[in-house]
T-cell receptor, first 114, second 109 residues
Framework: NAGVTQTPKFQVLKTGQSMTLQCAQDMNHEYMSWYRQDPGMGLRLIHYSVGAGITDQGEVPNGYNVSRSTTEDFPLRLLSAAPSQTSVYFC?????????????FGEGSRLTVL | GDSVTQMEGPVTLSEEAFLTINCTYTATGYPSLFWYVQYPGEGLQLLLKATKADDKGSNKGFEATYRKETTSFHLEKGSVQVSDSAVYFCALGRGKLIFGQGTTLQVKP
């Protein structure tokens, strides 16, 4: 009963370092997405994917890259971390073709950039 | 573009009090509307939804009605419990979801 699994749960980076936040789901969901959560800002969409090999930008894509080589995995890459990327990151997925369907969220990854 | 505005928190209530968290939206067409809840240290989970005007979503004693004329989707509960303490997010969408800023609810015994 794993659902959406994110790793790591906590990470501290120095400015300029790179890292990848991992997201995996075992529900065979075609739609996957990444959000960042900041105080007073709610959740903002970074990137999303409607299936393997297809990705698109959300509201705040700058500084982040994604790829979708399999249905299960949707990693988020920070190529050169900046303090403005300090945030809590959530991966979420749902079935495609159900635009009113429930988004399933991971538990989040808290990133601090010094 | 589409947007969601929630009442600012935090909201502090005593147990068994009546809860209202206001949510208004701006959107083209008629998107689906959602309330998500985030308990401390966890991800968001769907609380309720409504897919068309005048629909009422309900779950765990919470209710919200999709009001097209006032572009609102206010969350209500008749008697809150300490276990309802969480952050509540209003959202709209037809695929990609747009979230409000969240409202923190604290219920005291």
């Amino acid at each position: 009963n794993a659902g959406v699994t994110q790793t790591p749960k906590f990470q501290v980076l120095k400015t300029g370092q790179s890292m990848t936040l991992q997201c995996a789901q075992d529900m065979n969901h075609e739609y996957m997405s990444w959000y960042r959560q900041d105080p007073g800002m709610g959740l903002r969409l970074i990137h999303y994917s409607v299936g393997a090999g297809i990705t698109d930008q959300g509201e705040v894509p700058n500084g982040y890259n994604v790829s979708r080589s399999t249905t299960e995995d949707f990693p988020l890459r920070l190529l050169s971390a900046a303090p403005s990327q300090t945030s809590v990151y959530f991966c979420a997925s749902r079935r495609t073709g159900e635009n009113t369907g429930e988004l399933f969220f991971g538990e989040g990854s808290r990133l601090t950039v010094l | 573009g589409d947007s969601v505005t929630q009442m600012e928190g935090p909201v502090t209530l005593s147990e068994e009090a009546f809860l209202t968290i206001n949510c208004t939206y701006t959107a083209t067409g008629y998107p689906s509307l959602f309330w998500y809840v985030q308990y401390p240290g966890e991800g968001l989970q769907l609380l309720l939804k409504a897919t068309k005007a005048d629909d009422k979503g309900s779950n765990k004693g919470f209710e919200a009605t999709y009001r097209k004329e006032t572009t609102s989707f206010h969350l209500e509960k008749g008697s809150v419990q300490v276990s309802d303490s969480a952050v509540y997010f209003c959202a709209l969408g037809r695929g990609k979801l747009i979230f409000g800023q969240g409202t923190t609810l604290q219920v005291k015994p």
